[in-house]
């Protein structure tokens, strides 16, 4: 009989093992659309084997419960590229917008964005050649003004678009701190409860909610992930300061300086650790601190000396009422920049005397066109940082232009990066449900035979009670 009461106690375990690893497999199946959701799988622990005379007689199975097929490092992997492809995707979204101002356009200075630039420089040299034929004539003359003005107002428009651009990217970069702070908080509480848990074994859906936490915080910032005892976890930025510490985490905070977002931890300021660390934050950082101030000092450049050669060359002629400009009564066509700074948001036309441009030179009558000509010359001269005027512009807008397809190239290359990796992590990771077919089909398999064996020994109980006598049960 006691051979008999262990089958009955083994095949007990059994159906006991097969419903609870149904159990698991239903869960599968019922979460495969649960975004975050890893797949579980039942552990199997065979039973102490019983020693019946000097022989090991197994006693079944136990179901010990589910484990999470999870592969950290490779989580961890598919985080960090995904801090690299959040990085340039921003900052490319940033350049774009960019770019955006200096391509050919019909537009004016009242447009939303810039006028070709390179065509408005050629235009307004062309426009004092044009008035080398003709000097007194007052429709060149106001045509000289009037390119002038389309000039002025399109690079003053491309920089008031640069700095709005700069402005939004600040806000944008500012809201990623409360969400930053929002996720180590999750996180850190997400410690505290795996850790009570289940602090020597995989936590399953708890530890699902924390990686999606991590995941969303590696898009906003760059982190690296510290694994600590009793299946807890610390976070830091990639250049070191401490976001959380198992069950702590340690708020981020903004402040303004020198006009723009910095980023703050205990006090230091992290800001140039974050612009470099990847994610979200490090776009938006590398872009408003980078890039755009990059444009502007281009632009700048380009504003500062062509207002300042053209207004000096100007000042030394003769306009068409026969004066010569003077340091206190200058002839100046376009607004006297004091410094490079800024010199593209100010630069516009302050002559609106036509008959002021000073097309003959110095003691020449009013008919002479040497002064003009100076002037039409300056496009071929090296005025600006070592360039003629067009060619700094194009210099400037074809190294726009490669920045912006650097970043491109980089982008889907980490694009293609996160994607196999979160492909592999699928494959392990994600409820296959064909997979759950087969394992719950040998499941109930099991569970069928396990049943059957109750039916034989309740079968072979019955003919010994009746003492050998066949007897059938129902």
């Known amino acids: 009989m006691g051979s008999i009461n262990s089958a009955l106690s083994i095949a007990a375990g059994a159906l006991d093992a097969d419903q609870a690893a149904l159990n698991v497999v239903a869960n599968n199946v019922a979460n495969a659309n649960t975004t975050g959701y890893t797949v579980e799988t039942p552990n199997w622990q065979e039973n102490t084997p019983i020693d019946i005379n000097g022989v090991q007689v197994g006693d079944g199975v136990t179901e010990t419960g589910a484990t999470s097929q999870r592969d950290l490092v490779l989580q961890q992997r598919l985080d960090q590229q995904q801090q690299l ?3 340039s995707g921003t900052r490319l979204t940033a350049l774009d917008n960019i770019q955006s101002l200096f391509t050919v356009d019909s537009g004016s200075s ?20 044009s008035l080398e034929a003709s000097p007194a ?12 003005s389309t000039l002025a107002g399109d690079i003053s428009g491309a920089a008031s678009s640069l700095n709005a651009q700069r402005s939004a990217l600040d806000q944008e970069a500012s809201g990623v701190a409360g969400q930053v702070n929002s996720l180590t908080k ?3 509480q997400l410690n505290l409860e795996i850790q009570s848990a289940s602090p020597n074994a995989d936590a399953g859906t708890l530890e699902d909610q924390r990686q999606q936490d991590l995941s969303q915080l590696s898009k906003l910032i760059g982190i690296n992930q510290v694994t600590t005892e009793n299946n807890g976890l610390s976070i830091t930025t990639t250049s070191g300061q401490l976001l959380v ?7 981020l905070t903004t402040g303004t300086v020198s006009g723009v977002t910095d980023f703050f931890l205990g006090g230091a300021d992290i800001t140039s650790g974050l612009a470099t660390g990847g994610g979200q934050l490090s776009g938006y950082l590398t872009a408003r601190d980078g890039d755009i101030p990059s444009a502007l000092s281009s632009l700048d450049q380009l ?5 300042t050669a053209v207004n000096a060359q100007n000042n030394s002629g003769t306009d068409l009422n026969g004066a010569t400009g003077t340091a206190a009564n200058p002839l100046y066509i376009f607004n006297e920049p004091t410094a490079v700074s800024g010199s ?3 630069m516009s036309v302050v002559m609106t005397d036509p008959s002021q441009i000073a097309a003959a030179g110095t003691g020449k009558g009013t008919g002479d066109n040497s002064n003009a000509v100076s002037i039409a010359n300056l496009a071929t001269q090296s005025i600006v940082a070592g360039q003629t005027p067009i060619n700094y512009y194009s210099s400037f807008v074809s190294t726009l232009g490669a920045a912006v397809s650097e970043v491109q190239t980089e982008n889907t290359a980490q694009n293609a990066s996160v994607t196999q990796l979160q492909t592999q992590s699928n494959a392990l990771s994600s409820v296959n449900l064909n997979d ?11 569970y069928q035979a396990a049943s059957q064996v109750f039916n034989i020994l309740n079968t072979v109980m019955t003919s010994v009670l009746n003492l050998g006598v066949q007897t059938s049960v129902a």
Do not use: C, P
């Open 85 to 87: 492809a959040s990085a």
């Open 110 to 129: 009242s447009s939303a964005t810039a006028g070709d630039i390179g065509a408005d420089i050629t235009s307004f040299f062309d426009s004092f050649s």
């Open 137 to 148: 004539d007052n429709a060149l003359r106001e045509s000289v003004l009037s390119s002038a």
């Open 186 to 188: 999750s996180i850190a």
């Open 245 to 251: 510490s198992e069950g702590q985490s340690f708020q």
């Open 303 to 307: 504003a500062y000396h062509i207002s």
């Open 344 to 346: 593209a948001a100010s």
């Open 436 to 446: 759950e077919a087969a394992a719950m089909s040998k499941l109930e398999t099991s």
